[in-house]
């Protein structure tokens, strides 16, 4: 009996806020996502990550 493979798109599950907020492994990992993400919006990891990215990114301006 042979089994056949089928080539299905790559589901991106999308996540809320909360759900960034509750894996967050370190104390300062979830103060960024808590500063970055928008409530009542979804994201995939990849999001998130380029979200917090161009935050860093953008700097502090004094």
Do not use: C, D, H
């Amino acid at each position: 009996m042979t089994q056949e493979t089928t080539n299905k798109p790559k589901q991106n599950n999308k996540f809320s806020k909360a759900a960034f907020l509750a894996s967050a492994l370190s104390t300062k990992e979830r103060l960024e996502y808590e500063v970055v993400l928008q409530e009542g919006m979804a994201y995939t990891k990849a999001e998130a990550e380029k979200a917090l990215a161009a935050w860093k990114k953008k700097g502090i301006e004094v």
